[in-house]
Nanobody, 123 residues
């Protein structure tokens, strides 16, 4: 049974930082690229960042490039998202999942999602 447990969200002022974590089980973690997505109220879930299964390659949405850093620890089956210089428009529920690249886009490998972690940015 796949489990995705996101944590680390919270309330932060604009310009602040947060570090999200996603602990996974039920898959061979090191076999998959992993990604972070976010969903703001009234909007569709959108891609934020992805990291290759080795951790050596990373990919970012233009909106977060230069501010967010994705990383992974295969020994801990955990993927991280370091978020710096947060903006009010970053406010959303953040989710992780295994991903694959489809053309120029990144897509989750299935529709199973964890509970997510809420990020709130005050201006």
């Amino acid at each position: 049974q796949v489990q995705l447990v996101e944590s680390g969200g919270g309330l932060v002022q604009a310009g602040g930082s947060l570090r999200l974590s996603c602990a996974t089980s039920g898959r061979t973690f090191s076999s998959y690229a992993m990604g972070w997505f976010r969903q703001a109220p009234g909007k569709e879930r959108e891609f934020v960042a992805a990291v290759s299964w080795t951790g050596s390659n990373t990919y970012y949405a233009d909106s977060v490039k230069g501010r967010f850093t994705i990383s992974r620890d295969n020994a801990k089956n955990t993927v991280y998202l370091q978020m710096n210089s947060l903006k009010p428009e970053d406010m959303a529920v953040y989710y992780c999942n295994a991903v694959f690249r489809y053309g120029s886009s990144w897509t989750s490998i299935d529709n199973y999602w964890g509970q997510g972690t809420q990020v709130t940015v005050s201006s």
